[in-house]
């Protein structure tokens, strides 16, 4: 089992923990079954535009579900609040004072991935080597490196890959439409603003991946390989 463990100490001395448990080979949460779920987590309920998922089969959204006690402790809390995270891997440690959205953002993004949504278990290798608070190059180039190894698989299993990385725009553009949809669904239940900026720091994100790959913005990446080209 894979655990991550995420402790919030708020500024007025309020402390929170949030234990992630992962299958070690599906990366699938563990989580136990509530007896019941609010109306906003049905999968009906501002359902994303792009799910694959069929209503009859799936009442629920596994992504809103999964979310339902974070979102709750949150619920009150504005986003700009300063807030102390202790967060423990199997590999090491890490503490940071930072605003409660950006804690929030850091902590979301491995539920949202691990819940069983469809469209954004393509970024299951990231929660594997997770790197809390990464920046935008960071997480640049841990995407083009998790996407490129894909190609290698395919490749090896006689697939075709996709060296171009023009499918992995069409990723992005379908995890920013549900990073999109699912902030809509959360502004319809009328709770502060720390969660919902949560899911807004992820998606931008995305959108700075989809617009680094559009643009061809690779050119400084590519200067860190000479060593390589020479």
Request: negative net charge; charged residues 25%; contains cysteine.
């Amino acid at each position: 089992m894979l655990t991550y463990r995420y402790k919030f100490t708020l500024s007025n001395g309020t402390e929170k923990e949030f234990t992630v448990k992962l299958d070690d080979k599906t990366l699938n949460l563990i989580s136990e079954e509530k007896k019941s779920y609010p109306e906003w987590t049905e999968l009906k309920y501002s359902k994303c535009s792009n799910c694959p998922l069929n209503e009859n089969q799936h009442k629920f959204c596994p992504l809103a579900i999964n979310l339902v006690d974070l979102i709750d402790f949150f619920s009150g809390s504005n986003s700009y609040e300063e807030v102390d995270i202790y967060i423990e891997t199997e590999a090491r440690k890490y503490t940071k004072h930072t605003t409660l959205q950006q804690g929030i953002s850091s902590l979301m993004g491995i539920y949202m991935v691990t819940t069983g949504c469809p469209i954004m278990e393509k970024l299951k290798p990231m929660v594997r080597f997770h790197l809390p608070f990464a920046t935008i190059d960071e997480t640049k180039y841990r995407v083009l490196s998790m996407y490129l190894l894909a190609q290698y698989f395919l490749a090896r299993h006689g697939k075709e890959p996709d060296w171009e990385l023009k499918k992995l725009v069409e990723i992005y553009a379908d995890i920013q439409t549900v990073n999109k949809n699912f902030c809509k669904r959360l502004r319809n239940i009328k709770i502060k603003d720390a969660s919902i900026n949560a899911v807004v720091i992820l998606d931008c994100f995305a959108g700075s991946v989809t617009f680094s790959l559009e643009e061809d913005a690779l050119d400084k990446i590519e200067l860190l390989f000479n060593a390589y080209l020479e």
